[in-house]
């Protein structure tokens, strides 16, 4: 277990190996990285309680820090001995991509081997975990954003593993359709691009600039990818951050020399835009949803409801509209790194065999001590579903704020962590 140190703050890495399907314990393994952090005060040992964090996603590793002073991580340190998992497919975990999925032959096969990658495999593999490094204690588990969609999944499938559990930014509603989420977001991303161009009235005129010069030209990323009107829309994924809105801004601003998109712009969308480090975030996104139903590419059907999204590059006319979190099927012919999987992302699209992810039942006569913010202005978790579930986990306490966007618990410092801390502990 190779360790290391920051100051404040001691390392230790551990790889374990997890059947890939856990209904077949005695079949195919794979294997799960994660990360201990002690605090430096703490790393002589004794009894400090395991704390799981949950990375939002799907298919995102977990974070890599460079100090503890950032985001909650202090917060987290003074009390538990803080464990970041990179949830399977992810990371240092076995990976999940266009180069290792295509040793495992046709698109079928590729596609039957990533229905294993949602949120009960990744509980599964935690309780795994959990047992072998506790000696079976429970622990305590942090949900960001789809993790917060695992931690409630780990309430319904292994509550026994839990001590207590946070959740930030992440209640999922517990029966919707990826239908329903998208017709909620599609409204939200309206109301946050109106907000964007009354803070940045010019930038109405100048986006519709950027998409005109796009849908008239050949515009390359560095990738190779092409710059279309559809991918300069993405860019509205940042107007769900506490700073989205104001980078945004800066961007549209920088993006011509002269008469041209500059090359500059080019290499600056590019990380917003490509799925390098995520590829599972595209194939696996709307499956989140799946409950014994195909998702059907929800978030193009969807689109078509809310004309303002369309394409329109011609300046004098309405906004251009950026979206938001939604994948849609195109992307799969244009990014280089989706492209191989574009076979693959349509028969998971269509694949009807989802189980069930959550428990009503066993969450309305739920014992586990739980705490959520809910995000009053979520762009990517609405929060109308949000409430509603929180109203049905026997005994959670939730604490709705539009002081924070999405990213509530990294830019807060301490203060969201600490807060539900407090709330599951019963001194707030």
């Keep these: 277990m190779p360790s290391f140190s920051q100051p404040g703050a001691a390392f230790t890495d551990h ?14 393994q794979i294997t799960v990285f994660a990360r201990e952090v002690v605090a430096a005060e703490h790393s002589a040992g004794g009894n400090l309680p395991w704390l799981l964090y949950l990375q939002g996603g799907p298919g995102r590793p977990s974070p890599r820090p460079v100090s503890r002073k950032l985001g909650w991580l ?44 949602r949120a009960d495999s990744i509980v599964a593999d935690a309780e795994l975990i959990r047992r072998r490094l506790t000696g079976g204690k429970p622990w305590s588990v942090l949900g960001q954003s789809f993790g917060g969609f695992c931690t409630v999944t780990y309430l319904s499938k292994a509550p026994e593993g839990l001590a207590e559990a946070f959740i930030a930014g992440g209640l999922p509603g517990l029966a919707t359709s990826a ?152 992307m799969f012919q244009t990014d280089p790194l989706l492209r191989p999987l574009a076979e693959v992302a349509d028969i998971l699209a269509d694949y009807d065999d989802w189980p069930p992810l959550y428990d009503q039942a066993r969450l309305a006569a739920n014992e586990v001590p739980v705490s959520a913010a809910i995000y009053y202005n979520d762009m990517y978790v609405p929060q109308q579903f949000s409430v509603e ?40």
């Design 389 to 428: 579930t929180a109203s049905r986990i026997r005994g959670l306490r939730s604490w709705i704020t539009s002081e924070y966007e999405h990213d509530g618990l990294s830019v807060s410092r301490d203060r969201v962590l600490d807060r539900l801390i407090g709330m599951t502990r019963g001194t707030i």
């Design 179 to 330: 239908e329903d989420v998208y017709r909620a977001t599609y409204q939200i991303v309206t109301a946050k691009n109106q907000a964007h161009y009354a803070r940045y009235p010019d930038d109405v005129d100048l986006a519709q600039r950027i998409a005109s010069h796009l849908a008239r030209s050949d515009v390359r990323l560095p990738s190779g990818a092409p710059l279309t009107v559809q991918a300069f829309q993405m860019l509205g994924l940042q107007l769900g951050t506490g700073t989205g809105s104001h980078l945004l801004h800066f961007l549209l601003g920088d993006a011509f020399d002269g008469d041209q998109i500059g090359d500059d712009f080019a290499y600056r969308v590019l990380p917003l835009l490509t799925f390098a480090a995520g590829p599972l975030f595209g194939a696996l996104h709307e499956a989140c949803y799946g409950q014994g139903a195909a998702t059907r590419w929800a978030a193009q059907r969807v689109r078509s409801e809310y004309p303002a999204f369309d394409i329109d590059p011609v300046p004098g006319r309405d906004p251009l509209m950026f979206t938001g979190e939604m994948i849609y099927p195109w």
């Design 15 to 28: 790889f374990f190996e997890v059947p890939l399907d856990h209904a077949v314990p005695g079949g195919e």
């Design 74 to 117: 202090d917060r987290a340190l003074r009390d538990y001995r803080l464990l970041l998992l990179d949830q399977r497919g992810t990371g240092r975990s076995t990976p999940a991509n266009r180069l290792t999925l295509a040793a495992r032959g046709s698109a079928k096969e590729q596609a039957e081997y990533l229905t294993q990658f």
